[in-house]
């Protein structure tokens, strides 16, 4: 679905506030309400808008550690990288995790509590999953920047 100038302010009005009304939508990007609620509901059923969520602050509730951990499998055959994936989407704590080229087969973003948190982790889950040679960790001293919002330029 290509998008036009109307679906991109409607994106970029709803990346600021998902609970915006649909009146106060129609008016933030000067369409009729009927238009607005239409082209609303076809980025939707498209899958451009996946769905809608409430975005929590990780310190206020206990969880203040990001950490960035990188896996090596033993083999890069396609039944190992599947069973990896599987697995670590059973661990909450795994808020990303992507395929990567380069030195480590994946980069995880963790969230933990603390640093005896994170060592519960990884020994408990992290060094457990299927297929994994290595783990490397990095601890992140603070975020400088943590977009919501996509660019629709």
Known sequence: MPLDRYDKLILEALQKDGRISNVQLAGAVSLSESACLRRVRALEESGIIDR????????????????????????EEQRELAAFEDAVRNIPEVMECFLMTGEFDYLLRVVVSD?????????????????????????????VQKKTELPLH
């Open 52 to 75: 809608y969520a409430a975005l929590v602050n990780q310190p206020r509730v206990g969880l203040s550690g990001n950490v960035f951990v990188q896996i090596g499998l033993h083999r």
């Open 115 to 143: 640093m005896a948190d994170f060592e519960r982790l990884h020994r408990d889950a992290l060094t457990r999953l299927p297929g994994v040679a290595r783990v490397n960790s990095s601890v992140a001293i603070r975020t």
